[in-house]
Every structure is written in C-alpha cells, then in structure tokens.
C-alpha cells in the first residue's frame, strides 16, 4: 500500500491545480468587471483613443483590457508619452488584456493611447493609467490579492503534481530492484 503514494500525490496535484485554475478564471473575470467599469470605448479601424493621468511618482501603471476579445481578436498598438511627450513605453498586444509599470521619470500628464491596429473592424477598450496605488484603488485590491492568491494555489499543485510524478517514478524503480532479488514483502 505504501507504494501507492504517488497516485494519491497526482489525484491531489491535480485536484488543487483545478481549484487554482478556477479561482483564477473567477477573480480574472471579476478584475476585468472592474476594469470595464471605468467605462468602455469603441475604437473605429486605424483610429486610436487616448487617456490623460497625471502621475506624480517614480512609478507608472497602465491596464488595457478589451471586452469583446472573444467575438472580435485584437491587433492593436499601446503607447504612453510622459508630459514632454517622449515615448515611455509601445507595445503591440493581440491579448484580452495587458497591463505594465513603467518609469515615470518626471511628475506631470501621462498620455496612453491605444491604437486600433485592424483595418477591417472596430474593437472596444477600457484603460486606465495612473499611479499602481491609483489602479489597485480603482480595480480593487482584494481582487488583485485574490488573483495572486489563486495563481499560487495553481504553482503549489503543478509542484504537487510534480513530486507525484517523481515518486511513482521511483517507486516503479523500487519495485522492480524488489522483484529482481525476490524480495516482495512491500508489494503486498
């Protein structure tokens, strides 16, 4: 019976990675609720939309989310200008959300635009920039900790997972070294 610990690992590896993924998709999906509250835009083909912030710490954040990813894939472009107007940070995303600190090296107005790379049709944003304490107040905390938290739980059970895996390897090994000199008093 003792050699059986390794199933009993990959049942429970398996279980608790389920419960994480679950967890996450939930508080994901709640995140991006929050996100969605601060206002939905549509953004025609090759056009762009633009959010002004100030900033007036070391530290920048941004978070583009687009709601009807699932129905309409995105290709678009994502740019922040410091006060001055130098470019800070430009990414191109294809994802139903992206977030991203960045350095703000002076106080002042931070402009994210978020370009509509398709020629073919309109996509719908929802941004906010702003200081990363700013964000978290806006899209909640407890749901950015519960994320994490979640994200954690599903690492634990790939590990679980893991040390399961490794322990039937061994144990097979066992079992084998066991039979080849006769000896099959754990096999029972």
């Not at 999906?29 to 953004?43: D, P, Q, W």
């Not at 939309?49 to 900033?55: A, S």
Request: charged share 15%; no cysteine; hydrophobic share 45%.
């Amino acid at each position: 019976m003792r050699l059986q610990r390794g199933y009993v690992l990959l049942l429970a590896g398996g279980a608790i990675v389920a419960a994480g993924l679950a967890a996450s998709l939930y508080y994901v999906s709640e995140f991006l609720a929050e996100i969605e509250r601060t206002g939905v835009h549509s953004i025609a083909p090759r056009d762009s939309f633009e959010v002004v912030q100030g900033i007036g710490g070391t530290q920048g954040a941004y978070f583009v989310a687009f709601p009807g990813y699932e129905e309409n894939p995105v290709a678009a472009t994502i740019r922040v200008t410091d006060p001055s107007g130098d470019t800070v940070v430009e990414r191109e995303i294809d994802l139903p959300f992206y977030s991203e600190q960045f350095a703000a090296q002076s106080a002042g107005n931070y402009t994210l635009a978020v370009l509509n790379s398709s020629s073919d049709s309109a996509v719908q944003v929802s941004a906010i920039i702003g200081d990363p304490e700013t964000i978290a107040e806006l899209v909640g905390t407890s749901t950015i900790a519960s994320s994490a938290v979640a994200s954690f739980i599903v690492m634990a059970g790939i590990a679980v997972l893991v040390a399961g895996g490794a322990l039937i390897v061994l144990d097979r090994r066992r079992t084998q070294k066991m039979k080849q000199y006769g000896d099959l008093s754990d096999l029972k």
